[in-house]
Structures are given as structure tokens and as C-alpha cells.
């Protein structure tokens, strides 16, 4: 038990330094080639990794889910992996990621497991291009001392299969969320931050609804160079910061720049340091929102909890000294 507490320790430091552990898999080859390529997952989102066991196919389920298993009495669906990404097992589905994501658990059939490695976050760039059936959100190089030919690993859109495979109620409360006052000044964006597209959607469909206007970005990096430009905007128009920014909402895993390290930045800045900071994630567990506390941010929320988001944006910008 103290080993698995000073691994779980270990990994979150890692996000002091703008890294994190990626679990590397395979599932098999495309129609017609005969390379297997290598898939990556964030160790953080892994409950644990075992055998392939007996399912359960409930009535009514098609693929890719496989049925249910029972662990330690949780009934979870297990998700053929391969299938959702066009690939053929050579010698079958052998293993079974268990994880977490946003509150919800879930399996993926896969067939092996490699290894796993230490990562920059710069390390992993993004690559929304169609590959796998559209669920390749992003490329990871995973040897930083040659990028030009380094291998690469695949990282999986999670939160889109989740929502095509395994379709959860998210809608928020529309009017309810409008009736909320939400203290931002006349001219002020917020800073939106997450690589997933499926997270990007259901945001901008809730800041609409709240009626809050905002800047949409794929990277952690790309959301800190917008805040640094409207800063030097705001010292250039002799403005407080406050009248063009209203605050930043950012996911935790993103390609150059993660929001640990984004949220750092912030409160490390003078000019910048009392933005309202709101943290939105699949990344649950306790060591995760531990740390969300340690790196400042004013609020975790836990993806998709639409209302959630809107009472943790409410209440950020009401206790915030940037006002």
C-alpha cells in the first residue's frame, strides 16, 4: 500500500513539471497492412489493467460493446477498442484497461500492453485528422531525443467514444442556467482550453446558454499565448485586465501544455495572478483534485456536469478579487 501511495504521489508531481506517464498498447492492424500500431492512455485515468475475463451481453447491446463484467461487485461495460478504430487483433482481445473518466467506469478490450513511459507534454501534439475513424485526437513522439524520427503513439478521443458508444444524459438545464448572473464586465472573454472535440462542443454549447461570450483553443499553450496577447492589450489600452478577460476554463490533459502548468503560469504572473481559474476535467480521483487545489485553481469540475460548470463559473467570479 505505501508503494502504490508514493506511485500515485510520484505521478502527480509529475505535473509540476509539465509531464505525465502514458500506458502504451496495441490493438492490431488495419484491413490490408500488417504494422500494429501503438496507443496511448494516461496512467492517471487507469483504475487497473487485467486478464480478459467472462462478459455478460445484456439484451439489446451491440457492438462495440461487449457486455458487462463484474469487479468487486461493480457491473462495468466493456468496449471493444479495436473496433471502434478499424483494427483486427492477431491473437485476440487479451486485456482489459478499467478506467475512469469523468465519474463514469468503463473497460477497453485491447489486445496487449507495452509499456509504460515518461512524457513531456510537449512531447504530444495535436492531430484531429480523421485517423482511426475520426477518434485519433492527438500524436505523441515518444522519443524526445530525436523528433524527426521518433516512434508515435496514438491517443484516443475517449470522451467522443464514451458519448457515441455509451450515450449519457448531459443536457443542462437551459433556462435555469440563464437565470444565473454571471459578474463579468461589458467586453470580457473567457479562455476555453481542451483538446477534445466531443468537450469543445458540449462547452460551446453551454457558454451559449449562459450567455457568456469566450475564446475556444485546442492546447494549453494556445490558451496561454490568448491570455498573454489580451494582457498586452490590456497595458497597452492602460485597461484592467478585467475588462477583456473574464476568466479561463481549461482541461487538464492537452497537447504542448497541460492546464496545471497553464494555471501555474497564471498565478505566477503579477498582472495575471487573480484571473478566475475554473478546472474542467475527466481526470477524477482524489490525488487529481488535490492538486487542482495546489496549482490554484479557484474550482474543479468534473466533465460533462454542464450546471455544475455554470454554479462553479458563478461562484468563481463572485469570490474573485479580480472585480
Known sequence: MENFQK????????????????????????????????????VFKLSEIVPMMPLTKAVGMEPPLLGMINVRGKIIPVIDLPAVVGCQPRTGLNILLITEYARSIQAFAVESVDDIVRLDWNQVLTAETGVNGGYTMSLARLDADNMET????????????????????????????????????????????DDSKVARTLLEQGLNAMEIPFTMHVTGLEAWNKVKEIAKEARAENKPLSEKLGFV????????????????????????????????????????????????????????????????IQASLEKAKYY
Open 249 to 312: 476554463l481549461t482541461d487538464l490533459e492537452m497537447p504542448e501544455m497541460d492546464g496545471f502548468t497553464l494555471t501555474r503560469n497564471i498565478r505566477s504572473d503579477e498582472f495575471l495572478k487573480n484571473i478566475p481559474v475554473i478546472i474542467h476535467s475527466s481526470l477524477s480521483g482524489n490525488a487529481n483534485e488535490e492538486h487542482v487545489g495546489k496549482v490554484g485553481a479557484d474550482a474543479y469540475v468534473a466533465k460533462f456536469e454542464v450546471n455544475e460548470l455554470a454554479n462553479a
Open 150 to 193: 521518433s516512434r508515435l503513439a496514438l491517443i484516443l478521443d475517449v470522451e467522443q467514444i464514451l458519448c457515441d458508444f455509451i450515450p449519457a444524459d448531459r443536457s443542462g438545464r437551459v433556462e435555469e442556467m440563464k437565470s444565473k448572473r454571471f459578474k463579468l464586465k461589458p467586453g470580457a472573454v473567457a479562455i476555453v482550453a
Open 7 to 42: 506511485d500515485i504521489e510520484e505521478r502527480t508531481n509529475l505535473t509540476s513539471a509539465n509531464k505525465f506517464e502514458m500506458l502504451l498498447f496495441r490493438l492490431g492492424s488495419a484491413p490490408g497492412e500488417d504494422r500494429s500500431e501503438l496507443f496511448g492512455i494516461n
